[in-house]
């Protein structure tokens, strides 16, 4: 079956460390987005890439870093310098042709900090 | 920049009833695209209905309906005949054509249908 899948579903990091949150997809999808969605603030995209290889900051960036060395792939690692990273993290891919392209979401990371 | 607004945090229908959610957006572009996505209680993001700017007609998806009027920049979803399964967050998102593609969603609408 084709979709999204991102791990862990629950995450959990000590202050000072940082930790990669997986997505990955076998949709063909040139596009992936990640999101953070926190209570009463939707989604805000952190960065977003079109192809392999290029990658792009979104409205939220700092304190973040992805890669996107394979077409399936586009891990989120956050970092120490992320200050508030407790929330819910959510990867989409889509066609990049156009924008009336709907995205396909992944189910979800939960971070927490402790 | 492009926005997008709901100004509705929570709502609640009786089953069986119709509700209408309400979406305001900003764009300075002249072609765009307009969704809305349901996240049940499983948190699982899909998609609703999407309408094309240039696109006069309003889009249906069987109870799924929306109330596109660009000059007022409104795109509100019409849902009929609500079910105990329409229970969720809805968001409402524009994509831009400026540059690489990117999607912009509002805040969220929780909706609750009550039996």
């Known amino acids: 079956d084709g979709g999204i899948t991102q791990s862990p579903k629950y995450l959990f990091r000590k202050e000072g460390q940082n930790v990669t949150l997986s997505c990955e997809q076998n949709l063909n999808h040139d596009a992936m987005y990640w999101y953070r969605q926190d209570p009463g603030q939707g989604l805000r995209l952190i960065y977003y890439s079109q192809i392999v290889n290029d990658f792009q900051k979104g409205d939220i960036a700092e304190g973040y870093s992805v890669s996107r060395e394979k077409k399936e792939s586009f891990p989120l690692t956050v970092t120490s310098a992320q200050k508030n990273p407790t929330a819910f993290y959510l990867c989409a891919s889509s066609y990049r042709d156009s924008p009336n392209n709907e995205q396909f979401f992944g189910p979800g990371t939960r971070l927490t900090v402790l | 920049a492009q926005t997008v607004t709901q100004s509705q945090p929570e709502m609640s229908v009786q089953e069986a009833e119709t509700v209408t959610l309400s979406c305001t957006y900003d764009?300075?572009?002249?072609?765009?695209?307009l969704f809305w996505y349901k996240q049940p209680p499983s948190r699982q993001m899909i998609l609703v209905i999407r309408q094309e700017a240039y696109k006069q007609q309003n889009a249906t998806e069987n109870r799924f309906s929306v109330n596109f009027q660009k000059a007022a920049k409104s795109f509100s979803l019409k849902i009929s005949d609500s079910q105990l399964g329409d229970t969720a967050m809805y968001f409402c998102a524009s994509g831009t054509t400026s540059g690489t593609y990117k999607y912009i969603f509002g805040t969220g609408t929780r909706l609750k249908v009550l039996a």
């Open positions: 764009t300075s572009e002249s072609n765009y695209y």
